[in-house]
């Protein structure tokens, strides 16, 4: 029994799926109907089907950060990038009240599909200009993202013209509040794109290659790994990704923002990728491991809600699941917490 | 040790050579004088002493966390929660003068050891147990944001007497009827004592040292550990210090104070020619580099007919300006 706990324990992801299985039993213990799972409406109802829906923006922008981080990159403008893919969508949709046989709807200034092609084309400029400054120009990656971070919130602001654009037209709606199968369809992008990342990564060279850039540039460029070309895809799909998640979002609220959309995103995407185990230096990532961190973050946050606990204290537990996880995961920490565990007398043993 | 410029005489004639580490942040004051005079040209009434020393008093705050933040860009490390504690301060300093009636003489020196005590935490688990410090000033913040609202959710507006006194204070300069506030001063006195520390003083060499080479610097028997730890303790303390002055500023105490205010640090730093990587840089470029944010926002606002969203614009078109001289540079000496 303990020899298979020691080799779970071994695993990557084992510590932060303890601390999601500790999170869902903290919420269970306080909520009484927390487990429960109803079909109404044709689709299902419950806690556990909340946290998966909200969480979906937050799994597709960590799913794109992680490559990025992967790479010794990171990619702060995330944030921005969903302020103006749905700024862009929202814009070229709208939503102006005609007649159409008798009946008052609304139809989209421009076709819907147009779109979100557009909005998603937006975003992937952005991962494209991100991409170049780190890649051709060699700017630090932080740096570089934060030029468009701080320029892309002026950049949506322009879309928007500093209103907040409200969209009414309906189809557009089912990206973030529409039901498939009984799921939320948030909920089966985020599986898409965590579906295909893991192919490309698993069935291609390429999660070889994203790891082998990330442990030694040098190396990887010295044996052949195009690494310019990859760490240029590597932050347009992260851009793309915030798109896709801006989408989300957008569609949720049925506007969008400039200023408040995707606030302070990029730091629980960077978050949520160190929680799932990714080092911050780059090399070995795990998409598994980001996923479980965006879940972990939203179920935090549910908890709070949930048990009672003012909702000002969510920054303060989120800060100490933080340093709880990143303690746990320094190799010092750990050498510290054994030294002192062995230190302590076993009962019987003499002196 | 090297000077700014030298002059050799060689067959053909003079020659001057200007340090290449010297140049970003010349380039950072030309910068400043060009947007200054730009502005001095375009608009009436811009070129006054009290314009100039405004840069200094609204952005006095942010003179006084780029200080900090320039050492801890200086060793290669980030800091990400000196916004928040601004605001965990103003916070603290809100709820002890209005709700708890202590005098200002006793809440200031409180608050200026609460964040040079949470500077000096987060140094020491970075160093004790080798973690990021992205993460772990990343932790701080929300902790630091965390703390404010548990005290209070509205803002808490400050009345107290002493606070209202300094905060109109005004010294005049001597020049034309300008005048300048405590928080200028002080902001103008932190900048002198950056540069005392950064160039005259052991802890200074240090940090560019563990900024240019850490492994290097450990073998050469440096107090690395102990010079980490206060580089992140002086950073608190300085955030503190803003704090303080950014409470004489607002004269409230708010949990969304200053919110961004770390990524403004960051790119004053940079602009002001410090590398991000570490290492190399001037704490003068720092001033400059607050002082051209100042000026862009002072540009924007007698411009009135730009929506403000167009400075955030702006802003990134400089820093990635900025940058990509770095860059240029950086690829010309290497």
């Known amino acids: 029994m303990t020899s298979l706990l020691r080799t779970l324990a071994q695993h990557r992801l084992f510590w932060p799926a303890c601390t999601l299985v500790l999170l869902l039993a903290v919420n269970a213990t306080f909520n009484a109907g927390f487990w429960q799972l109803q079909w109404r409406d044709g689709h299902l109802y419950g806690s556990l089907v909340d946290i998966l829906n909200r969480a979906a923006p937050l799994a597709v922008v960590a799913l794109g950060m992680t490559l990025v981080i992967a790479t010794r990159g990171i990619d702060i403008s995330v944030g921005a990038v969903v302020a103006i893919a749905g700024a862009t969508a929202a814009l070229l949709i709208g939503g102006t009240l005609v007649l159409k046989g008798g009946v008052q709807t609304y139809v989209s200034n421009t076709p819907m599909g147009l779109a979100i092609v557009a909005a998603l084309l937006a975003a992937a400029l952005c991962g494209l200009w991100n991409g170049l400054l780190v890649a051709r120009v060699g700017m630090q990656p932080i740096i570089a993202t934060l030029i468009l971070m701080v320029a892309g919130r002026g950049v949506a602001q322009l879309i928007t013209n500093g209103q907040i654009i409200t969209v009414y037209y309906a189809p557009y709606f089912f990206i973030g509040n529409g039901f498939l199968l009984g799921l939320p369809f948030a909920v089966f992008v985020a599986a898409a794109v965590w579906l295909v990342l893991h192919l490309l990564m698993t069935r291609t060279a390429l999660g070889l290659f994203i790891q082998a850039i990330g442990i030694n540039p040098a190396a990887a460029r010295l044996a052949g790994v195009p690494e310019r070309l990859i760490t240029v895809c590597v932050y347009v799909f992260c851009g793309f990704a915030a798109g896709v998640a801006g989408l989300i979002v957008s569609s949720n609220v049925k506007s969008a923002d400039g200023n408040n959309a995707g606030l302070l995103l990029e730091l629980d995407a960077i978050l949520a990728v160190t929680l799932g185990g990714t080092l911050l230096t780059g090399g070995r990532f795990s998409l598994a491991g980001s996923v479980l961190g965006a879940l972990i973050i939203q179920t935090l946050t549910s908890t709070i809600y949930s048990i009672g606990v003012p909702p000002e204290i969510n920054l303060v537990v989120k800060a100490a699941v933080v340093f709880v996880v990143m303690l746990l995961q320094s190799a010092e920490f750990r050498a510290a917490l054994r030294q002192w565990v062995r230190r302590a007398p076993l009962p019987g043993a003499s002196a | ?334």
Do not use: K
Not at chain 2, 62 to 78: D, E, Q, R, W
Not at chain 2, 282 to 298: A, E, K, S
């Open chain 2, 1 to 334: 040790m090297s000077a700014v410029g030298s002059a050799t005489f060689a067959p053909g004639g003079w020659r001057t050579r200007i340090d290449a580490r010297v140049v970003p942040v010349l380039g950072a004051v030309a910068v400043f004088v060009v947007t200054f005079g730009f502005g001095s040209i375009a608009y009436n009434g811009f070129f006054s002493p009290q314009v100039f020393l405004n840069l200094l008093i609204d952005n006095a705050f942010l003179a006084i966390v780029g200080v900090g933040m320039t050492f801890v860009i200086l060793s290669g490390g980030i800091d990400l929660s000196v916004g928040a504690v601004i605001a965990l301060t103003t916070m603290v300093s809100a709820a002890l003068v209005e709700q708890h009636h202590w005098s200002a003489a006793a809440a200031i020196p409180l608050v200026l050891a609460m964040g040079t005590a949470f500077g000096a935490f987060m140094g020491w688990l970075i160093t004790r147990f080798r973690l990021q410090p992205f993460i772990v000033t990343l932790a701080g913040m929300f902790l630091a944001r965390g703390l404010c609202y548990l005290i209070s959710i509205d803002s808490i507006s400050i009345t107290d007497a002493a606070y209202t006194a300094i905060a109109q204070t005004r010294i005049p300069v001597g020049i034309a009827d300008a005048s300048i506030t405590v928080g200028a001063l002080l902001a103008l006195a932190m900048v002198a004592i950056g540069i005392w520390l950064a160039h005259g003083t052991e802890f200074g060499r240090t940090v560019y040292a563990i900024g240019g080479n850490e492994a290097s610097a450990v073998l050469m028997g440096l107090p690395v550990a102990r010079t980490t730890v206060l580089i992140y303790t002086f950073s608190g303390f300085c955030s503190a210090l803003a704090g303080v002055v950014f409470t004489f500023y607002m004269l409230s105490g708010y949990g969304l104070h200053a919110v961004g205010l770390e990524l403004d640090a960051i790119a004053a730093v940079v602009i002001g020619g410090t590398l991000l990587t570490g290492g190399t840089g001037y704490m003068i470029g720092t001033l400059f580099g607050v002082l051209i944010l100042g000026v862009i926002q002072t540009l924007i606002s007698f411009d009135g007919s730009l929506s403000s969203w167009w400075t955030r614009i702006v802003i990134g078109a400089l820093l990635f300006v900025s940058c990509l001289l770095q860059r240029i540079f950086e690829a010309r000496r290497g």
